[in-house]
């Protein structure tokens, strides 16, 4: 327990450096450096508050309490981009916590979850991988839709904010029946049997400043994001697709990892296949009515590459986990999906 205090120790550290690099008007690049760190940071005091959190519920209830924390790093990020003009990094950013998790997280999640088992098969619920493979869909759907009418100039594509507004409403309805329907189901999980070693209440406060600090560090994370790739020289597309979307969904990157490593397979998968169906149907209808209220407008019109990814990579995950079994094979094909995207865009 020593050890836990002391790493929640330096997540707070690390937070207080980088704001004292953000508000001293230390370097961009220092800023950024610091503010990744302490986004990382924040990301392991929520996995193990979450942990302990969910000791005492089924892997449905805490798996949608942690992506619903992890994600508001993302959520902040966002924002922040959308209220500085950067649609392009809200864009990628936004879509490629999609390709981060759904791809690079849960492959990584795979390759380690097999560690445990003796036949090297990792194995788990099927209900939440084909749930979260129609909501994702769903959001492809309306993706596709409007890509087309785009490419062909049709009249629709006249009215692509009116449609993207629909289908965010029509999006966050069909997510509200499935998580009320599927937390209510879970309910009746049996909770683990460990016993936690921290508090109910103080499990909830650590929570709750994570997600706090994870609001300010993604303000300063993205205040010193456009600098850091100017200087670095890396497209700012690549920089929404891979280091934002990554740097926002540390918290399942750790969590489902380490979850994984303990053979707690379904509250592995249930965190990082949580995280996607929450990025998909919540979490991106919610910042495109939430964009109304800014000069800078997000909508579910997207690149033809990223429209393609996205299809291909929810028909990977039906194939891959829709049978509630996963080999080392399957992970490294979906970490090797992320990295063809990730190249790709790179010379987009």
Known sequence: MGRRWLFVGLSAGF????????????????????????????????????????ER?????????????????????????????????????????????ALLVLGAVILVGCGPTEDGVMRFSVRLPKDNAILMMLTSFLIVILGISTATGDKASHHIEAISIFGAVALLATYLVWVVDYLRTDTAAEPSHTEPVMSMSGALILLALGGVGAAFVS????????????????????????????????????TGIVLAKKGQADLAISVVKNSVAQITAFLY??????????????????????????????????MITSDGEATRFEGVALIAFYGILAVAVWYE
């Open 219 to 254: 303000d300063w994370f993205i205040g010193a994001l456009a600098p850091t790739m100017d200087r670095l020289g890396i497209p700012e597309a690549f920089a929404g697709l891979v280091i934002v979307a990554i740097a926002g969904n540390a918290v399942e990157n750790f």
């Open 285 to 318: 209808p919610a910042l495109v009515l939430v964009s109304l209220f800014f000069a800078t407008r997000l909508t579910f019109a997207l690149p033809p590459v990223l429209i393609a990814a996205l299809l291909l990579t929810g028909l990977a995950l039906w």
């Open 15 to 54: 937070f207080v450096a980088a704001g004292v690099a953000h508000y001293a008007k230390a370097t961009d690049v220092l800023t950024f450096g610091l503010s990744t760190v302490a986004l990382a940071g924040l990301a392991w005091t929520v996995s193990f508050a979450t942990e302990q959190v969910g």
């Open 57 to 101: 519920f089924g892997p449905g209830v805490t798996g949608v309490m942690q992506s619903t924390l992890g994600n508001l790093p993302e959520f902040f990020v966002v924002l922040f981009a959308l209220s500085a003009g950067e649609v392009v990094v809200a864009e990628t950013s936004i879509v490629g916590s999609v390709f981060a998790n």
